[in-house]
């Protein structure tokens, strides 16, 4: 072991602990140096502390060769050898902490303080409810300290034992008795009502006390509590609401069974309270909302607007059932299954209990949800958005790339830029400043400035000056940006990849913008370089932003207009493309979503003209001869939904 001179090695000095700083593994196998350091420090009070330091093991080209794992395997040896000797492991890299025992230690101790918060709140709650209110709301202050003590003399009051109470077949008996009784009564009496003085079943005698205390209690002692209770709906005691059993003996000993004579009337209720919700109709407001497509899916997806055909499928009450027989030894369906049709929903068969005329409202739900979408989409490939995207900030800094490469697509550039200027910095009031860079760096003004009249026209006069040559120095172009305190985000167009390596840049740009949080939203002009249009992506991800591609040849907004012109008669046909870009992509992936939805629910409606109905049959067979009924036998229908 690690020891500081031979002196400690002489007088059996052992080490305490051993701090081993790394950025790399092993050479050996972990699995054998594992071993090897855990049988070396049984019995001694040696702890090796492993402190790992996470350098950027990724370049434009892949992984950097000569390495013999990656950072997660590194991780995962050096975690296992300071634990199998009870040490400690550390992971941080320049920007924070990655992972450490110590912090895990006490965020799992801060968990049990408030899970034991918790606890305790639940336990102090049922105390209070369990506790009387009257006692406490009368007692003063200074009493309510400590809890009443117990008498220590006197002799504890023998409990009574409790009393029997009813079974089944003694509350049967009772019934019996009252049921006589009164049949008895309504015999003698003429008008076969039941007289004044006849007397009243044992089981309906209301207590003499709660009768003295009605004629003694003054008006004035009926307090608000008794009020509230008087005001509760009763329930309605009529015969015809309750259910008539009797109970009798069965062959197995002590074994009770019950036969019902009288079935309350529940198709009334039914009636008058449905238990089936109308479907939702939602409203879209017709005006484009200035945010970015996932902030506006919130508000209006699919879900949100309860149009998850899906979920309205899916209910609790509309499960097709299975059940086990033990004579066939196995899971027979119900019997009139076939009433209502049975559809897959995720791996589970369900019944269709959608109505066709339901279908029918949904599919114009989701038709006039489906134009509001592609109206969106259309307006979001219109004017500068097709380039630009939306600029949803207010105040902005374009970083234009004028290098050598943009020499094929310099004026269709222009006047994009041209476009975003008067469309959207203009008419959205959103302060902007640009800054051209290729091989050097130019800012059209020192920082960000008003959309007035005067600013715009200067700005168009200086895009017009834009001359493609030099190389990309971005990272350079990107530091220039961030000079600006005011700036809240920074578009970045361009359409290769920098100079410099694409992992500098974005190490660069992660320790400036680890404070200020300004956002980069990526924009690949007309770049088919993959290696780009993936650092592209990886910056925006990095900073929150926004990744938006452009390139020549986009038909999107043809297709846009061919479905608005010709409906959704065909859900499968046209088909949109497959956009790349953050904004476009979540829509078209929400309307192919609801343009399934609407197929699927057309699908459903022609269920039911091909599911045979019950009453269909009994139509069919009143044309034939009647055959005659048998009396002994007795329909059954087992629900199976």
Sequence with gaps: MALENEEDRKKNSAVDGIYLFTSGIPDQDPDVICSYMEELTAGQPTKIHTVLFNVDDYDANGAIPGRYANITQTAECLRTLAHVTNGRFHWFRETGIIESDDIKAILSEMDKAVNYSQKCAILVDSVK???????????????????????????????????????????????ILENKETEEILQKSPNGRRPTSAKRPTSAKRPTSAVKDSFLAPPDSITKEGQEKDKKPKRPSSAKNKASKQVFYTEHRNEVGTVFKQYPDILQKSKKTSPRKPLHHPVIPDKEELITTKEWLKRYNLVKLRLDLT???????????????????????????????SVNVKGAVKHLQLQPRELQDYENQMELVLTRYLRRLQWLLGASRRTFGTVVEKQVIILVDTSGSMVTHMDELKREMVALIWDQFKREKISFNLIRFSGDIEPWRPQVVEPTEENCHDAVRWVSTFVPAGNTCTLEALSRAFQDKNVSAIYLLTDGKPDSSCARVLREVANMNTIRGVKIHAISFNCQDETANTFLRQLAAMCRGRYHRCFAGMDGDLMVHKLLDE????????????????????????IEQARHFLSQSRSFRKLFAATSKPHDKNKSSDFSTPSKPDSNKTSVSVGGS
């Excluded at 007692?139 to 117990?150: A, H, N, T, V």
């Excluded at 499960?319 to 049709?341: E, G, N, Q």
């Design 129 to 175: 409810k369990k506790a009387p209110r009257e006692d406490y709301e009368s007692r003063p202050p200074s009493e309510m300290k400590m809890l009443p003590m117990r008498p220590s003399s006197g002799k504890k009051k023998p409990t009574p034992a409790p009393a029997p109470k009813h079974t089944e077949l003694s509350f049967a008996r009772l019934q």
């Design 567 to 590: 409906g959704f008669k065909d859900c499968s046909y046209p088909t949109l493309p497959q956009f790349e870009s953050d904004d476009l992509r979540l829509l078209v992936n929400e």
């Design 311 to 341: 979920k309205l499928v899916s209910g609790p009450d509309c499960t097709h059932m299975k059940k086990h027989i033990s004579t066939l030894h196995k899971s027979v369906s119900a019997k009139y299954c076939t009433i209502f049709p």
